[in-house]
């Protein structure tokens, strides 16, 4: 028995329970660090909501925190890139978005309470809103980075050159 031979503990090709396993570069890249503020501060309001006098907003946090655990498990396990047939910044985006304008609404409402948990609530979810509307720039920069002038094909170019029609021009000239 030589050292030479050492047995492959687990075969790269499986993926197994190694799917499960988070991307360490995600954890501390700046999507990975805005999802968690998201999961804690939505988790936060929603404590605070549930120890005031308005649960009845307790719904909206909820539904933000799982929705943005969610998103974090999809990005930190990267199945995010197995979804090839969904278009899932896009659907991060909106997230965001209505995330960001509900938390608004609400903490408009909570910080007009005479109440000290309420006030929290609101504070934490004006928070909130900064953090949804700097992912949503950040998501929607990423999504028109896509729609650059240069790298738009001319079809129109590609189509007069391939069928030999002449540029006609409606000018003036006379």
């Not at 197994?16 to 660090?33: E, H």
Request: hydrophobic share 45%; net charge negative; charged share 15%.
């Amino acid at each position: 028995m030589g050292d030479s031979e050492s047995p492959d503990p687990a075969p790269s090709s499986s993926p197994g329970l190694s799917a499960l396993i988070p991307d360490k570069s995600f954890l501390t890249s700046r999507k990975g660090l805005l999802l968690a503020a998201e999961v804690v501060l939505s988790f936060i309001i929603f404590i605070c909501y549930l120890a005031s006098s308005s649960a009845s907003f307790m719904a909206a946090p909820l539904i933000e925190f799982l929705l943005a655990l969610c998103a974090y498990y999809v990005y930190v396990t990267k199945y995010i890139d197995r979804f090839s047939s969904f278009h899932c910044p896009l659907i991060d985006f909106l997230r965001c978005v209505t995330a960001a304008v509900i938390f608004f609404a609400i903490s408009i409402y909570a910080v007009t309470k005479s109440e000290a948990a309420s006030k929290t609530a609101g504070v934490f979810g004006f928070v909130a809103t900064v953090v949804f509307a700097f992912d949503f720039y950040y998501i929607f920069n990423k999504l028109t980075g896509f729609l650059n002038p240069q790298n738009l094909p001319t079809h129109t170019a590609t189509i007069k050159k391939s069928t030999g029609e002449e540029d006609v021009s409606d000018s003036d000239s006379d």
